[in-house]
């Protein structure tokens, strides 16, 4: 055992646990952060998708102890001062989350992408959502809300 320190949503958090333990059971079982999904535990859905530092990371394969000294924002730090962020409302705007499962990988893939690619082309949308599997197959939706989120995050500049 030992004494981790995160940075979860801009919280300095601490947890005592196996350094090897996969970082989603520690948002999950030990912070409550229940909106990052276990899916395959193999790193192939993204249901589990997190941002480190800004990037997405599968959280079922990255261990905590990779996760320590990096910036880890989950769904629930998406939203500010009750507003959600703009590719959460496109999501919804669009009607993309049908069970809503593989929805919280999704929208934080979507940040990422946005984030390299402010008006990403279809191709680009593909490519940056590949590995992020939706049982309902929504993509059309998916995608939509992908362009509504890139139209609106375009907008703020």
């Known amino acids: 055992m030992a004494t981790i320190r995160l940075s979860v949503n801009g919280k300095t958090r601490s ?11 520690v948002l999950r079982e030990d912070l ?8 395959c535990g193999e790193g192939q859905c ?3 998708t997190v941002l480190l530092d800004g990037k997405p990371a599968v959280s079922c394969v990255t261990t905590v102890r990779a996760a320590e000294g990096r910036k880890i924002v989950t769904i629930e730090g998406l ?3 009750g507003t959600l962020h703009p590719v959460q409302q496109a999501f919804l705007d669009e009607g993309a989350v049908q ?14 992408l946005l984030q390299n690619h402010p008006k990403p082309t279809d191709a680009q949308i ?10 309902c197959a929504d993509y059309q939706r998916i995608m939509a809300a ?3 989120a890139a139209a609106a995050t375009g907008k703020k500049g």
């Open 46 to 48: 993204g249901s589990c």
């Open 15 to 25: 947890v005592d646990t196996e350094p090897e333990r996969p970082l989603l059971e």
């Open 79 to 81: 939203a500010e001062g």
């Open 126 to 135: 593909v490519d940056g959502l590949n590995g992020n599997l939706c049982r």
């Open 32 to 39: 409550g952060l229940t909106g990052t999904k276990y899916g």
């Open 99 to 112: 069970c809503g499962y593989c929805t919280p990988g999704m929208v934080l893939q979507t940040v990422a």
């Open 146 to 148: 992908v362009r509504r």
